[in-house]
């Protein structure tokens, strides 16, 4: 298989976006949508792109302190690659890769998840034997004893309450205030 060649980057531009001016324009309750529209709008225009991704801790920046109150202004860095793509993020953080490399401590992790998977498995197992040899021995006794059992369960039957039954209307005392 051919590798995808990755765009490499044309144009890298740091930018200082001045919100206030557009946010301002909204109510209070719209105002970190509005600087998230204005943010690519402006980017849109001085990049010359109309494909632009915003990234994950610039957003997270303007939406900081909530939908009331976002920053007046954001430093940012675009960066523009052959296909015409602009990425957006925060002045000084590094870009993550899409391909993340897995830690020792995550692979001991991922070695104790199976370890614990495997017991349960072999736990479940285990009961399920314990029941198959449980209805075995009840169906032996039910073939050995039917009558017996039979007359256990009539004997039971019988002495259960009738607590079921409710009472008739006219053993029961009415309250209120016209029966006083």
Not at 18 to 23: A, D, G, K, T
Not at 51 to 58: E, L, P, R, S
Request: charged fraction near 45%; hydrophobic fraction near 30%.
């Amino acid at each position: 298989m051919a590798k995808k060649d990755e765009p490499k980057i044309v144009l890298e531009r740091t930018y200082i976006v001045p919100l206030r001016q557009e946010f301002l324009k909204k109510p209070l309750y719209k105002r970190a949508k509005k600087a998230v529209t204005a943010l690519r709008q402006f980017v849109e225009k001085h990049m010359k792109s109309d494909n632009v991704k915003i990234g994950k801790h610039i957003n997270e920046e303007i939406w900081k302190h909530g939908i009331k109150h976002p920053p007046h202004h954001v430093k940012v860095v675009c960066k523009k690659d052959s296909e015409g793509m602009v990425t957006v993020e925060m002045v000084g953080v590094l870009q993550e890769k899409k391909e993340k490399k897995v830690s020792h401590i995550k692979k001991q992790k991922e070695g104790k998840i199976e370890e614990q998977l495997e017991k349960i498995q072999e736990a479940k197992k285990e009961h399920q034997e314990e029941a198959k040899e449980i209805q075995k021995e009840e169906i032996d006794e039910l073939k050995k004893h039917p009558e017996e059992i039979h007359d256990k369960s009539k004997k039971m039957r019988k002495d259960k309450p009738d607590h079921f039954h409710a009472s008739p209307k006219g053993e029961q005392e009415l309250s209120g205030p016209a029966n006083r």
